[in-house]
């Protein structure tokens, strides 16, 4: 009996063990059948004379070594079978087992091989045999060379080499697009699921570039898929595609841009649009509450990183100057400010705050390196993103990180924000130095008994008003040059009145006025243009150049706007880069299209022609001719086809940078001593700074009154309201810039339109023979409610034509 239940024992142990792995193999059949392409699902393994074992064991060799790429050759082909069957099963199933593979993505839409376009050209017709490979390559819309030629086997690959049809594949995706099969359904799920296991692979394996170099292929592929149908990815898709993208090392963000500038650049617009649109998108969603800050959204966050690569890659494929225009801030730092004994009196060399950008380093170019990117620069502003960010905590994620370098400020990507979200930063730094000095003054009054001087403190007359502030700005770059970065507080001598903002714009507008002056002999003005320009001949020493420069940037730092005229050039010159040839056209366009006719001509009798030497002339302050040789012996040495373009160079090197050099860099100097620790450089770009010196050029005066607030007792509908607004839009534009000026303190419009100017109009009482008075400090115009428009106007335009020194406080 006890034999008999051993046996069963042994017998029912067998039975439930051969249950156990027909199961498990029936279960691994199973789900690689249903995952396998139709033509595999037509074996009836249960019917198999191969064991268990062996039939395992074949599915998983089969399954690994049949990685199913496609093209666009298939997808045409399985588009047509489908329509015959009117079912799209078979393309969905292809699709999926695709896409969800590394290594089939990688192996999909290459490029036709070099022995393939022969055997296609031999059998083309006669009159297309002739054609060469490159030819070939031409009419398919593809203008790279044979990058597997043998001649080209030992070079290193360029950084934009890459072996994927772009044409095909953005034609096979149209196609599939068009047709509104549920592929792009299947792509979603797909895509999401594989970008999952490419942040795993980018995190494990970020050494082994063989293997990201596989990666970047499938950002490639899948980012111009993702372009064609943007809509279908939004939500799902795309986020976590973004998510893995931004763990890709900073070499292959370089590769990726270098592709996209070499063989996208067309698309680079789509795919901006639609990282703008996943951007807003959540932006606006965000909006509701919830208490998340923008910069904790991961989506955003990732969409904006990756939109960087889109922004290198744009510049790339624009117009860019060659990098020994750069200037070093280094060589900047050592010349001379002019004043005498600088180390005695405290006088330290500093040069502009720069972060490093470890994807400009990989490119090799820089923003200052572009004229003009593949796709402007404005549209690469993001609006909602711009108006729902919180400044004051994007700057502390910007000043913290490098103790907490997983916080994310967007000003690090400042090409994403638009120039009045970026002056708000600056602000706020400039505010949090104000109160460090203040707060260090403070400290040393209390513990060293030096008297306490929390401001900037400038005391100027009227009638001596430029002597007096160069004085002193003299005495305090000199003496302790960090008073710099204190508030400003201007009092003019004489008048009553406290400075809350209103008297330091009337300063420096009337510093502006004075010091621009021609009669002043510092600048001279370029009447084609209407620009001031640095005065080459002029008997102000360095000192005084060191000065203005230390105007400009307190005009910077303490957020107020100047009526000057610089031409672009000045500009670029302080963001670090030397005037170019390409900077004539705005500085003097007479001597560049001169220089441009020279350049275009190409006879033989050029010295007869031009009858130009390597001499040139010019005028000193007093309209006497002088003459320099631009290389030794210039005047013996006439211009011709063969050294053309050095005089050209050499011209423009003399106009725009050696004829000034010295009366430029210390105007520079002094601009640093003031804005060396800003955020400047990181902030903005030369044409941004231009707008941050002199405000907006667009003056929307309908944008000013939708903008204006109303108080004691006026509203937008109140008879005298409409009545001041029907006047201010009748009047002419230089009439509009003096009523700005009587109620801000400035005739210029803030970065970013009027809508960032918050007028105020308040009631003064009733009906009297009263002037309009106002507040510049708080942009406040006092306004009595006259009886009628006429009075009305009459009191108003007196105001405005009389108030210098009078009326504003």
């Known amino acids: 009996m006890l034999l008999l239940l051993i046996i069963f024992t042994i017998f029912d142990k067998v039975f439930v063990l051969n249950l156990c792995s027909f199961a498990v193999i029936y279960y691994y059949i199973e789900m690689n059948y249903t995952r396998t392409p139709r033509s595999r699902r037509g074996r009836d393994f249960p019917h198999s004379s191969k064991s268990s074992q062996e039939l395992t064991f074949q599915l998983a060799e089969e399954q690994n070594s049949n990685i199913s790429s496609i093209d666009e050759e298939t997808i045409n082909k399985l588009l047509d079978d489908c329509k015959l069957t009117n079912s799209y099963a078979p393309l969905i199933r292809r699709l999926g087992n695709c896409f969800s593979s590394r290594e089939s993505i990688c192996r999909s839409f290459q490029k036709m091989p070099s022995a393939h376009i022969d055997a ?15 030819d070939f390559r031409t009419l398919e819309g593809d203008l790279d060379k044979d990058e597997d030629s043998s001649d080209n086997s030992d070079k290193p690959p360029e950084p934009h080499h890459t072996t994927v049809d772009f044409v095909s594949l953005r034609r096979a995706m149209l196609r599939l697009y068009e047709q509104n099969s549920g592929a792009f359904e299947t792509l979603n799920e797909t895509i999401h699921s594989l970008a999952t296991s490419l942040c795993v692979d980018l995190i494990r394996f970020v050494n082994d570039q063989e ?5 970047i292929t499938v950002f490639v592929i899948l980012f111009e898929i993702i372009v064609i149908g943007s809509a279908e990815f939004m939500e799902t898709a795309l986020p976590k595609l973004l998510h893995a993208a931004t763990y890709l090392p900073v070499w292959a963000q370089a590769r990726l ?6 063989h996208r650049a067309s698309g680079l617009q789509l795919l901006l649009q639609t990282l703008q649109q996943l951007i807003s998108v959540h932006v606006v969603a965000g909006m509701g509450g919830g208490g998340c800050l923008i910069q904790d959204n991961d989506a955003v966050v990732c969409a904006t990183k990756v939109m960087k690569i889109v922004y290198y890659a744009s510049m790339l494929a624009g117009t860019l100057d060659s990098t020994k225009f750069r200037e070093d801030d280094d060589s900047d730092a050592k010349i001379s400010s002019g004043f005498e004994d600088e180390s005695y009196f405290g006088f330290t060399k500093t ?13 090799g170019i820089n923003v200052l390196d572009c004229r003009k990117p593949f796709v402007p620069f404005e549209d690469f502003y993001n609006d909602p993103l711009s108006d729902s960010i919180e400044m004051d905590t994007d700057y502390l994620n910007y000043k913290s990180r490098k103790l907490d370098s997983l916080k994310f400020s967007y000003m690090l990507y400042s090409f994403v924000l638009t120039p009045a979200t970026k002056t708000l930063a600056l602000y706020y730094d400039s505010r949090i130095r104000m109160y460090s000095e203040r707060r260090n003054n403070i400290i040393t009054t209390q513990f060293a008994g030096e008297p306490a001087n929390p401001y900037l403190n400038l005391k100027v007359r009227r009638d001596h008003l430029i002597d007096d502030a160069l004085v002193e700005l003299e005495l305090i770059a000199l003496g302790n040059p960090k008073d710099l970065k204190k508030q400003l507080v201007v009092e003019f ?22 010091i621009f002056n021609p009669d002043y002999g510092m600048f001279i003005y370029q009447e084609d243009t209407r620009t001031v320009w640095f005065n080459s001949t002029s008997f102000e020493n360095e000192a005084q150049f060191t000065l203005i420069g230390i105007v400009l940037g307190l005009a910077i730092y303490n957020n107020i706007i100047l009526a000057v005229n610089f031409p672009m050039v000045v500009y670029r010159k302080l963001m670090g880069c030397r005037g ?13 299209n001169s220089l441009k006719s020279m350049l275009t001509y190409q006879e033989a009798d050029m010295e007869d022609v031009f009858t130009q030497t390597f001499e040139i002339s010019y005028k000193d302050v007093f309209g006497n001719t002088m003459t320099h040789d631009l290389k030794p012996n210039g005047s013996e040495i006439f211009v011709n086809q063969d050294n053309k ?11 725009l940078n050696v004829s000034v050099e010295k009366q430029f ?10 804005t060396d620790e800003s955020p400047l450089h990181l902030l903005f770009r030369p044409e941004e700074v231009e707008v941050l010196v002199c405000g907006s050029k667009k003056f929307d005066f309908d944008e000013l009154e939708k903008a204006t607030e109303y108080e004691g007792g006026y509203t937008k509908d109140s008879r005298i309201i409409k009545q001041f607004w029907e006047i201010t839009h009748a009047l002419s534009m230089d009439l509009k810039k003096k009523l700005l000026e009587f109620t801000t303190g400035s005739d210029r419009v803030p970065v970013g339109g009027f809508s960032k100017l918050k007028l105020v109009i308040a009631r003064n009482g009733p009906d009297s023979d009263r002037l309009p008075t106002s507040h510049t400090c708080f942009n406040v115009l006092l306004l009595p409610e006259y009886t009628d428009k006429q009075k009305l106007e009459d009191r108003l335009l007196k105001a405005i034509s009389y108030s210098k020194g009078f009326g504003m406080l």
């Open 665 to 674: 860099k210390a105007f520079k100097r002094g601009f640093q001593m003031v």
């Open 211 to 215: 293997l990201i170099e596989d990666i």
């Open 645 to 655: 373009q050095e005089f050209v160079d050499l011209y423009t090197d003399y106009l």
């Open 351 to 363: 040069k502009a705050l720069t972060i490093d950008d470890p994807l400009s380093s990989a490119m």
């Open 257 to 262: 841009a270098a592709i996209w500038a070499k």
């Open 493 to 514: 001598l004489g008048e009553q009145g406290i400075d809350e903002g209103g008297l330091s714009k009337e300063f420096f507008q009337l510093v502006v006025e004075q």
């Open 580 to 592: 170019s040839f390409a900077d004539l056209e705005d500085f003097n366009p007479a001597v560049s």
């Open 120 to 134: 296609i050209l031999e059998k083309a017709p006669k009159d297309l045999k002739n054609l060469k490979k490159e």
